[in-house]
């Protein structure tokens, strides 16, 4: 059985956790109440038909036992990727706490209710942006981008903003949860949890 360490009481409870999203939950809280901004910032990597990785930073929007649910415009660049390849890794990086989680899996698009229910609740001027913006093609300049969002803003006034068909969420259904804490001269702390059917196996991992 692993042994519980004495000198850094955060990593004691996690590396004998055997419910990787009940210690997810726990971490996105203590980095919620410690990053200074954006502790839902991820670092989201895909592929295309070419297979050469692309990773950029999106905005974590949901979790639970089903995955991890971000949002975009499925005409840019990424859009396109998972359209072509539908699977997905991501990790967050919470400097405060020295920690990092791990995931990755195949994608599934949200339900048209859940990405309807999360653009509602986004600010007006964030939907119109998104409706605004041609994400990932070439811009002539900001004025374009400006001047297509204030030409939204006076067609809308103060009336509903519908959401647009090409934007919408996808859910990673990770198939595998790796949690990493900060040890001193590297001798950090990893545990690996996999998908087992409708379970997880968890392993330790040398740093």
Sequence with gaps: M??????DPKSADFTLSEDPV?????WMKEA????????????????????LPDVRMVLLKDFDARG???????????GEELAQNPQAAL????????????????????????????????????????????QSRPLADRATLMNAVAELSERY????????EHWTGFRIAPVSVE???????????????????????RARLYP
Excluded: C, M
């Excluded at 009940?22 to 726990?26: D, I, M, P, Q």
């Excluded at 009336?159 to 647009?164: D, L, M, Q």
């Design 22 to 26: 009940g210690l997810f939950a726990t």
């Design 32 to 51: 919620e109440a410690s990053e200074p901004e954006d502790a839902n910032a991820v670092a989201l990597a895909t592929a295309g038909s070419d297979g």
């Design 91 to 134: 990790v967050l990086h919470w400097k405060s706490l020295r920690r990092q989680v791990r995931a990755r899996g195949p994608i599934t698009p949200v339900t048209a209710a859940e990405a309807d229910a999360y653009f509602q609740s986004r600010r007006r001027e964030s939907r119109l942006g998104a409706i605004a913006s041609q």
């Design 2 to 7: 692993d042994q519980l360490r004495t000198d």
């Design 157 to 164: 006034g103060d009336g509903p903003i519908p959401r647009p």
């Design 179 to 201: 949690f990493w804490q900060n040890g001193d001269f590297r001798l950090h702390d990893r545990v690996r949890f996999t998908r087992t059917g409708a379970g997880w196996s």
């Design 68 to 78: 991890f649910v971000f949002y975009t415009n499925t005409q840019s660049t990424k």
